[in-house]
């Protein structure tokens, strides 16, 4: 990595994913600023924005190095129509408002990392997805007589919303990419392993759905470390698949995982049961039984190495270090 000490700027950066990277390059002496609309406490600059108006918070990105924008609802709600408005505003108006204070910055940061998401591409259970022949999703078949449904229409819309929001932004002097991100697992408390892991732990852990459905997954420690990579790699722009290797059916994802936590067996979930349970979780089927068949074209092209490229090691690894946390 480059041995400066870079001035990194997290507009939204007070969530899961941001908590975890303001900690990592903190953790490599850089200096870290968090843009949120809280206050809250951490060991690193927090700055206050509102994420709809310009303010002074636009002085933290005069002369930074880097800014990675974070924010966003999360996806993790029932997609009413009063949801997919804080969905939407959250995500393309903030991505739009740091556009415009980029463009008018003396000196804007060099390169400008926002978030985005590998749900973008189409339901797939037959091929990988990379960047270069990866389908974008809308109005596929899911079956031979079942179109996907609208909901997974407007979640694909939302992304490609988002990117193009960030990619029409006129910043000529801000090398830009989107990271087209897969499920970020971490052993934080309230992440998607922790809810994982407590079904497994209630030998509720079986197969999801048909459990032939894809899931794509990254280990934070990679997450971090493809960020760290791509702000250092300056040829590349545009966007970029972050997620592991080896996305598997969601089968031999739940069976890794009921591994790492030793427990022989799960009960399974019907796709009628994911859908009746999501009602009352107030989330959406679609996060569990989308097929998400996503790899990293991009980041292996380009000879970055996964430390966690299999889902079964990853999943000892964070079992490890949540055991550790909770002892
Ligand atoms: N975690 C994953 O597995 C994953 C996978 C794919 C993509 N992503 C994307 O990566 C980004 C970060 O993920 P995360 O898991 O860290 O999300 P998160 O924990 O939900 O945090 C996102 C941050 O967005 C800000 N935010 C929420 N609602 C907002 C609103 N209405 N207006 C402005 N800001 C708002 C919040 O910051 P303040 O309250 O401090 O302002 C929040 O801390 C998100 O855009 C997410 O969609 C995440």
Redesign the pocket.
């Known amino acids: 990595m480059d041995t400066r000490r870079l001035r990194i700027v997290l507009p ?8 975890m990277l303001a900690a990592y390059f903190q953790e490599r002496g850089h200096y870290v600023t ?5 206050p ?1 406490t951490a060991s690193w600059q927090t700055v206050h924005w509102d ?1 709809v108006n310009p303010g002074s918070w636009i002085e933290t990105l005069e002369g930074a190095d880097v800014c990675i924008h ?6 993790n709600c029932r997609h009413t129509e009063q949801n997919r408005k ?1 969905l939407y ?3 393309i ?2 991505t739009r408002l740091l556009g415009q204070v980029m463009s008018v910055l003396d000196n804007p940061p060099r390169v400008w990392l926002n ?5 973008i591409y189409r339901h797939a259970l037959d091929r990988d997805m990379d960047e270069a022949t990866g389908e974008i999703g809308g109005g596929e078949r899911i079956s031979k007589r079942r179109r996907a449904p609208e909901k997974w229409d407007w979640a694909v819309k939302l992304v490609k919303d988002w990117e193009a929001a960030f990619f029409s932004a006129q910043t000529p002097r801000t090398r830009k990419v989107a ?1 087209r ?4 697992f971490g052993p934080a408390p309230g992440s ?1 392993f922790e809810v994982l892991s407590n079904l497994v732990r209630a030998s509720l852990g079986g197969n999801q759905g048909s459990g032939r459905q894809y899931v794509s997954w990254i280990h934070e420690t990679d997450y971090a470390r493809a960020v760290e990579f791509l702000i250092d790699h300056e040829g590349i722009e545009g966007p970029v698949n972050l997620t592991a290797p080896n996305p598997l059916p969601n089968r031999e994802f739940m069976q890794a995982l009921r591994n790492a936590w030793d427990v022989p067996n799960g009960l399974p979930a019907p796709a009628l049961f994911i859908k009746i349970g999501a009602i009352f979780m107030r989330t959406e089927p679609e996060l569990v039984l989308k097929s998400r068949r996503v790899v990293p074209g991009r980041l292996l092209d380009a000879g970055f190495n996964f430390q966690f490229p299999a889902w079964a090691s990853a999943a000892e690894d964070l079992v490890r270090q949540w055991r550790a946390r909770s002892s």
């Open positions: 939204g950066g007070s969530g899961q994913v941001g908590s968090v843009l949120t609309r809280g809250y994420g974070l924010s966003g609802r999360s996806i804080a505003d959250s995500r108006g903030t978030a985005s998401s590998a749900t990271l991100t897969s499920l970020v998607v």
